[in-house]
T-cell receptor, first 117, second 112 residues
């Protein structure tokens, strides 16, 4: 069964450094998302991406964050200058609109655990 | 602003029991509702999706119901097994938006 994959599984970085988290969505999916989960807290939406542009973003997704689909398979999240509070599990998800009703199950990857020191 | 709440926060049952997990949301203008399972330190596995026009969905031993007008959904697990032990998350997608809004989850432990 097709699945969303993410690399790396764990990343440790120093505060102020740039990190890039990578995702390979399911191949025929058209919508891509990033969410994060700070330890012990709810899963929070960051951004959605469709047709090579951001379609929706949360207030968390400020100028320090950016997303890109550099080729036909990868979807990346970049954090320009990491802060301690960026430490979290970052999940990539993808979905495909099915039929006229627009049923969209979002399928999640295994996550990247980011630790900022 | 949509808020999603799940009760109970934790549940411990013996193997074989039928159980119900609850999810409530504050804004009834939802597009769909999705139930997920999360194992410790792992990603989210989609279990069921219910469209706003539907009342319930079934998959194996799982049955999810939706009462949009009262802002509630339940996940019924029949004949629970130790392998069902995980955190169960409810998430709603509001009409006009793409993002999912998640609840805090119910941590389920099924003992042999």
């Amino acid at each position: 069964e097709p699945e969303v994959t993410q690399t790396p599984s764990h990343q440790v970085t120093q505060m102020g450094q740039e990190v890039i988290l990578r995702c390979v969505p399911i191949s025929n999916h058209l919508y891509f998302y990033w969410y994060r989960q700070i330890l012990g807290q709810k899963v929070e939406f960051l951004v959605s991406f469709y047709n090579n542009e951001i379609s929706e973003k949360s207030e968390i997704f400020d100028d320090q964050f950016s997303v890109e689909r550099p080729d036909g398979s990868n979807f990346t999240l970049k954090i320009r200058s990491t802060k301690l509070e960026d430490s979290a599990m970052y999940f990539c998800a993808s979905s495909v609109r099915v039929g006229l009703a627009g049923v969209e199950t979002q399928y999640f990857g295994p996550g990247t655990r980011l630790l900022v020191l | 602003k949509q808020e999603v709440t799940q009760i109970p926060a934790a549940l411990s049952v013996p193997e074989g029991e039928n159980l119900v997990l609850n999810c409530s949301f504050t804004d009834s203008a939802i597009y769909n509702l999705q139930w997920f399972r999360q194992d410790p330190g792992k990603g989210l596995t989609s279990l069921l999706l219910i469209q706003s026009s539907q009342r319930e969905q079934t998959s194996g031993r799982l049955n999810a119901s939706l009462d949009k007008s009262s802002g509630r959904s339940t996940l019924y697990i029949a004949a629970s097994q130790p392998g069902d032990s995980a955190t169960y998350l409810c998430a709603v997608r509001d009409t006009g938006f793409q993002k999912l809004v998640f609840g805090t989850g119910t941590r389920l432990l099924v003992s042999p």
